[in-house]
């Protein structure tokens, strides 16, 4: 079964940077996509990033394109998620997830939440002055 552990989580001044982590275990990450999700108090999950295993491929949701980067390492079972320029607005819990697939969107529109299988525990990022 697959098994996936986040990392990298602080407290963090506006504009400043970090790097998540998601260890993946129990199954070959290669072949599948793996996500980067947030959940702020109040407000309901929420796709980010997404790895796809089919061509190497990212998505990005609009709010954070162009400051958030995904890579993964097959080799090492992990996909990471630099962030830079953080702002307030991106505080929340920060959770990774798999699914059994290769892709992260389909006609162009990024899976749902609901539609990944195994996910982490979560990590928070808070950023504030």
């Known amino acids: 079964q697959a098994h996936l552990v986040e990392s990298g989580g602080d407290l963090v001044h506006p504009g400043g940077s970090l790097r998540l982590s998601c260890a993946a275990s129990?199954?070959?990450?290669?072949?599948?996509?793996v996500g980067w999700f947030r959940q702020a108090p109040g407000k309901e999950r929420e796709v980010i990033s997404c790895s796809s295993a089919r061509d190497g491929s990212a998505y990005y949701a609009d709010a954070v394109k162009g400051r958030f980067t995904i890579s993964r390492d097959n080799a090492k079972s992990t996909v990471s998620l630099q962030m830079d320029s953080l702002k307030p607005e991106d505080t929340a819990v920060y959770y990774c997830?798999?699914?059994?697939?290769?892709?992260?969107?389909?006609?162009?529109?990024?899976?749902?939440?609901?539609?990944?299988?195994?996910w982490g525990q979560g990590t928070q990022v808070t950023v504030s002055a």
């Open positions: 997830a798999t699914a059994d697939r290769q892709s992260c969107t389909y006609s162009g529109e990024p899976y749902s939440p609901s539609e990944y299988d195994y």
């Open positions: 129990g199954f070959t990450m290669d072949y599948y996509a």
